[in-house]
Nanobody, 118 residues
Framework: QVQLVESGGGLVQPGGSLRLSCVAA????????MAWYRQAPGKERGLVAL???????NYVDSVKGRFTISRDNRKNTVFLQMNSLKPEDTAVYYC????????????WGQGTLVTVSS
């Protein structure tokens, strides 16, 4: 059974920062690029950032320069450092292996809610 446990969300003011963490099952983590996704109210879940097993990263345009994805291969953990947060970043954030087609990902964790509001 795949396990994904996200944490680190919360309420933050615009311009603030948060660091999300996700612990993934070892078998998934070691052999896959990992990614963060988010789902805002009333919207579909979408990719935010990805990191390959070798550490190459990529971001959607809306978070470039503000978010940083990283991974600790010894701890099967992927992180998302979020700076200069905006109200439009408000969403539930999920981690999972990277897939170009989100519908291929059948198992998800509970996610962690990020709310950016004054």
């Amino acid at each position: 059974q795949v396990q994904l446990v996200e944490s680190g969300g919360g309420l933050v003011q615009p311009g603030g920062s948060l660091r999300l963490s996700c612990v993934a099952a070892g078998s998934m983590f070691r052999s896959n690029a990992m990614a963060w996704y988010r789902q805002a109210p009333g919207k579909e879940r979408g990719l935010v950032a990805l990191i390959t097993t070798g550490g190459i990263t990529n971001y959607v345009d809306s978070v470039k320069g503000r978010f940083t994805i990283s991974r600790d291969n010894r701890k099967n953990t992927v992180f998302l450092q979020m700076n200069s947060l905006k109200p439009e970043d408000t969403a539930v954030y999920y981690c999972n292996r990277y897939s170009a087609r989100i519908n291929n990902l059948e198992v998800w964790g509970q996610g962690t809610l990020v709310t950016v509001s004054s």
